[in-house]
């Protein structure tokens, strides 16, 4: 089992560029779900989907934040445009339905300067 | 809304036990989680307890569950060096998603 992919697991980008951050889940897995964590806030929940469908997009700080589920083997989290703001891990997780347990990829670094 | 609260650090000697203590809100969650990080690495499950349950051992750590309380303790016998990270608590609403709490960053001194 390869475990939740990430990628890129270390960005730095400039303000007002794109960021696209990717995420394979576990396959067999139908819940997704996209966190950020920054030491002001914690780990907050972004967006999650289920058999790809967003359920609850409440987290998605504002409109330059979205975020696709084309299939069940692949999610981005696209930042357009960027501020320095922005600077933080964002993690990917994934677990199936009755599933117990929830597991994390090892996060993309992003620093906006 | 939901809330999952956690003091912040907790220092102890090498060979000593860690009790990292969780209050949460949600009397509806169905399992609580505790997670470990490292510095520079992603989330790891260390391990959940179901919300009917009181107590859970898996080798050196024994989970605690008050849910009268909604109080969570994850206690780490003889805890090394090792051990020194940061642990979340976390508990899964209805649908999935998990409520963390601010983490607790745990030193272990030698």
């Known amino acids: 089992d390869a475990g939740v992919i990430q990628s890129p697991r270390h960005e730095v980008t400039e303000m007002g560029q794109e960021v696209t951050l990717r995420c394979k889940p576990i396959s067999g897995h139908d819940y997704l779900f996209w966190y950020r964590q920054t030491m002001m806030r914690g780990l907050e929940l972004l967006i999650y989907f289920n058999n790809n469908v967003p359920i609850d997009d409440s987290g998605m700080p504002e409109d330059r934040f979205s975020a696709k589920m084309p299939n069940a083997s692949f999610s981005t989290l696209k930042i357009q445009p960027s501020e320095p703001r922005d600077s933080a891990v964002y993690f990917c997780?994934?677990?199936?339905?009755?599933?117990?347990?929830?597991?994390f990829g090892e996060g993309s670094w992003l620093t906006v300067v | 809304g939901e809330d999952v609260e956690q003091s912040l650090f907790l220092s102890v000697r090498e060979g000593d036990s860690s009790v990292i203590n969780c209050t949460y809100t949600d009397s509806s969650s169905t399992y609580l989680y505790w997670y470990k990080q490292e510095p520079g690495a992603g989330l790891q499950l260390l391990t959940y307890i179901f919300s009917n349950m009181d107590m859970k051992q898996d080798q050196r750590l024994t989970v605690l569950l008050n849910k009268k309380d909604k109080h969570l303790s994850l206690r780490i016998a003889d805890t090394q060096t090792g051990d020194s990270a940061i642990y979340f608590c976390?508990?899964?609403?209805?649908?999935?998603?998990?409520?963390f709490g601010q983490g607790t960053e745990l030193s272990v001194k030698p």
């Open positions: 976390a508990e899964r609403e209805q649908g999935g998603k998990l409520i």
């Open positions: 997780a994934s677990t199936r339905t009755g599933g117990y347990t929830i597991y």
